[in-house]
């Protein structure tokens, strides 16, 4: 289900994909114009399915795909109720996952972040390690990555707002 979406002269195009940590079911998922990481009412925006895969039709000017979570979001490969996440993809990423946020956020590139989290050499941000025809030891070693990264976060988070920061 999209929404939403701009105006002008600016060429628009349909983006598909999926959002995983796990596949994320009802994640919210816009095209972030302006790169403050919060949907404005011009930023289209769609639900993605069970599979996590979404498709939403956005001007091209933007620079990254922002996901947020809340208490109706699933985590479809454990069945939990994932909220109060936020994670991030270039716009050319078919994937938007803790490893795309890690890219995103750091500025550094997809080998480099692959380097230091020892994926694959041939790691990409389109890799889905839920897609039923993934190399399984890939996909083992990226969800395995992705929950590490995953862990760290809610560590991080959990200890910020014990000592009184918002998460």
């Keep these: 289900s999209a929404c939403g979406g701009g105006g002008g ?14 596949p994320l079911s009802k994640a919210k998922i816009f095209a ?9 009412s011009d930023e289209p925006f769609a ?43 270039p716009k050319n990423a078919g994937v938007v996952s803790p490893t795309s946020t890690m890219v995103y956020e750091s500025n550094l590139s997809v080998s480099e972040v ?16 839920f897609d039923s025809n993934a190399d399984p030891e890939k996909a083992a070693v990226v969800e395995k990555t992705s929950q590490m990264i995953m862990t760290t976060i809610n560590a991080i988070s959990g200890s910020a707002e014990g000592i009184g920061l918002s998460a």
């Design 47 to 89: 639900l993605t399915n069970e599979d996590g895969s979404y498709s939403l039709n956005a001007n091209t000017s933007f620079g990254a795909f922002v996901v947020t979570t809340d208490e109706n979001t699933i985590d479809t490969s454990s069945g939990s109720v994932l909220s109060g996440i936020t994670l991030k993809a």
């Design 114 to 129: 692959a380097k230091v989290l020892g994926l694959p050499e041939d790691f990409d941000l389109d890799f889905n390690p």
């Design 32 to 40: 972030d114009y302006d790169n403050d990481g919060i949907l404005d």
């Design 9 to 22: 002269n600016v060429s628009s195009n349909s983006y598909t994909g999926f959002v995983i940590k796990g």
